[in-house]
T-cell receptor, first 113, second 112 residues
Framework: ETGVTQTPRHLVMGMTNKKSLKCEQHLGHNAMYWYKQSAKKPLELMFVYNFKEQTENNSVPSRFSPECPNSSHLFLHLHTLQPEDSALYLC????????????FGPGTRLTVT | GESVGLHLPTLSVQEGDNSIINCAYSNSASDYFIWYKQESGKGPQFIIDIRSNMDKRQGQRVTVLLNKTVKHLSLQIAATQPGDSAVYFCAETAQGAQKLVFGQGTRLTINP
């Protein structure tokens, strides 16, 4: 175990649904990340939070809405997704932003029908 | 964390042989590099890192080599075992950056 947990591990949702992905880290880190992993782009950075503040939004569509209430928790709220959003969503954390090794959770396998 | 469906470069080696996985990077300002391993059903896991003031670093059965002149990074795995089967990613970052940049990955398969 890496100290980063993600729930749910699998999620199937329709295009009109609203769902949320949850990530929790038990490592005392201050930075958290959302990545998308799909056949087109193996590891695509979506969002970065450093000390609860968003420091990176990699041109992610607004149907993905992140939330970081504290340094240990990170959410990704999903609404009106498209089938091409089906992918593995990975959460990671690090000591601080960018220049430290990141610890990844197991991911949430999302299927949009 | 499986990468099923990804059309990744693939390296096949015999069990017991040494494996060498290569990575080219483009940012000459990058000064910190990491290798990750992603097994099926899991997220990427840290293997080894190296800073630009070094050209070689060794871990347990793994060695990372950095050639800054040609912007090339390699991961050597000694005496490859079935458990080494995975997708391997290199990642880089530069001074002042707030993120890691990941390579596309290489799938390592072990032949018995």
């Amino acid at each position: 175990e890496t100290g980063v947990t993600q729930t749910p591990r699998h999620l199937v949702m329709g295009m009109t649904n609203k769902k949320s992905l949850k990530c929790e880290q038990h490592l005392g880190h201050n930075a958290m990340y959302w990545y998308k992993q799909s056949a087109k782009k193996p590891l695509e950075l979506m969002f970065v939070y450093n000390f609860k503040e968003q420091t990176e939004n990699n041109s992610v569509p607004s149907r993905f809405s992140p939330e970081c209430p504290n340094s240990s928790h990170l959410f990704l709220h999903l609404h009106t997704l498209q089938p091409e959003d089906s992918a593995l969503y990975l959460c990671a954390s690090s000591t601080s932003g960018g220049r430290y090794e990141q610890y990844f959770g197991p991911g949430t396998r999302l299927t949009v029908t | 964390g499986e990468s099923v469906g990804l059309h990744l470069p693939t390296l096949s080696v015999q069990e017991g042989d040494n494996s060498i996985i290569n990575c080219a990077y483009s940012n000459s300002a990058s000064d910190y590099f990491i290798w990750y391993k992603q097994e099926s059903g899991k997220g990427p896991q840290f293997i080894i890192d190296i800073r630009s003031n070094m050209d070689k670093r060794q871990g347990q059965r793994v060695t990372v080599l950095l050639n800054k002149t040609v912007k090339h990074l390699s991961l050597q795995i000694a005496a490859t075992q079935p458990g080494d089967s995975a997708v391997y990613f290199c990642a880089e970052t530069a001074q002042g950056a707030q993120k890691l940049v990941f390579g596309q990955g290489t799938r390592l398969t072990i032949n018995p």
